[in-house]
């Protein structure tokens, strides 16, 4: 079984910055793409960035533009999120998924605290 831990979270303040990290216990790693999602209370689930497999082509919703950034590092196994100028709405669970065709494996997830 294949397991994907979070890690990096916290509390920061507004227009603070957080790395979170995202590693997949697979050896074929290069052959996942990685996508981070975040959901906040009351909230459905939302996706914050991806990274495909083997070109590691980010894509980012608009909202997240130029604040966010994803990449991995394949001799590690881990996708990075890099997020700069956090705001409260920021706040969130944010979730890991990694898959391969149509399996998916996730993680527990890491909390992420904006103050304001």
């Known amino acids: 079984q294949v397991q994907v831990l979070e890690s990096g979270g916290g509390l920061v303040q507004t227009g603070g910055s957080l790395r979170l990290s995202c590693a997949v216990s697979?050896?074929?790693?290069?052959?996942?793409?990685v996508r981070w999602y975040r959901q906040a209370p009351g909230k459905s689930r939302e996706l914050v960035a991806t990274?495909?497999?083997?070109?590691?082509?980010?894509l980012y919703p608009d909202f997240v533009k130029g604040r966010f950034t994803i990449s991995r590092d394949n001799a590690k196994s881990t996708v990075y999120l890099e997020m700069n100028n956090l705001q409260p709405e920021d706040t969130a669970v944010y979730l890991c998924?990694?898959?391969?065709?149509?399996?998916?494996?996730w993680g527990q997830g890491t909390q992420v605290t904006v103050s304001s």
């Open positions: 697979d050896g074929d790693f290069i052959r996942y793409a």
């Open positions: 990274i495909t497999s083997h070109e590691s082509t980010p």
């Open positions: 998924n990694a898959f391969r065709g149509t399996t998916h494996f």
